[in-house]
């Protein structure tokens, strides 16, 4: 199975754009937003857990990188509540649930390079922010492996970023308001994925954005 597997060209998926398909699982269903391959796949999604649904325990043979968007992921090592950052590096393995609530996460699997060996969650809403590169930004880094940054980035309104190139690529989550740039309009739960050498100019407006990004993954595929 292929899914935005030309990893140069620009992919956007906005929430009118989901298409919810189920997992083996019973209660999981997902948005796959790109991904090579079948069952073992390397994949980005969007993973929704039906109320007190269960996950069979599963090795990582790629590594496994997630978001919590809503609710409250669990595993036997501990609850992951809503604004968790999660890397379970290749060669792990966990069983995963959800309580009453259910609860939704941006996974990525199978994207980790065989050295890149640790393991950790971040509980972002209890983390530190430190100001951007220009005014009216605030990030937050998740992590840091070579070329590749993860971060949490907050736009305040009116916010505008200088045009920038991205160097290994550049792939935004948008976890609320709305974000910009000159080719498009990006509102929450919408996924992009711009090429290595890829350029734009962001901006915000009035209800200003968090977003989840990842830079420099991109320079080998």
Not at 10 to 35: F, H, N, Q, T
Not at 209 to 215: E, P, W
Request: glycine share 8%; net charge negative.
């Amino acid at each position: 199975m292929k899914i935005n597997a030309k990893f140069d060209q620009v992919a956007v998926i906005r929430v009118e754009d989901y298409k919810w398909a189920p997992s083996p699982m019973p209660g999981v269903e997902r948005m796959m937003l790109d991904r090579v391959g079948n069952e073992v796949a390397r994949a980005t999604s969007i993973v929704r857990f039906a109320p007190n649904a269960e996950f069979l325990p599963h090795y990582h043979g790629g590594g496994e990188e997630f978001y919590v968007l809503e609710g409250v992921f669990s595993d036997e090592h501990d609850d992951y509540p809503a604004g968790t950052y999660v890397r379970n590096p290749i060669g792990t393995n966990h069983t995963p649930h959800v309580g009453k609530e259910g609860a939704t996460i941006f996974v990525k699997l199978c994207q980790f390079d065989k050295k890149d060996a640790k393991k950790f969650h971040i509980k972002t809403k209890e983390a530190d922010w430190y100001p951007g590169l220009v005014s009216g930004l605030s990030v937050m880094p998740l992590h840091e492996y070579i070329t590749e940054h993860v971060a949490l980035v907050k736009w305040a309104p009116n916010t505008i970023f200088e045009p920038h190139q991205h160097w290994g690529g550049e792939e935004i989550l948008v976890l609320e308001g709305t974000f910009y740039d000159e080719h498009g309009t990006y509102p929450q739960g919408t996924w992009m994925r711009s090429p290595h050498l890829s350029k734009h100019c962001p901006y915000t407006k009035d209800d200003g954005a968090l977003i989840y990004v990842k830079t420099g993954h991109l320079l080998e595929l």
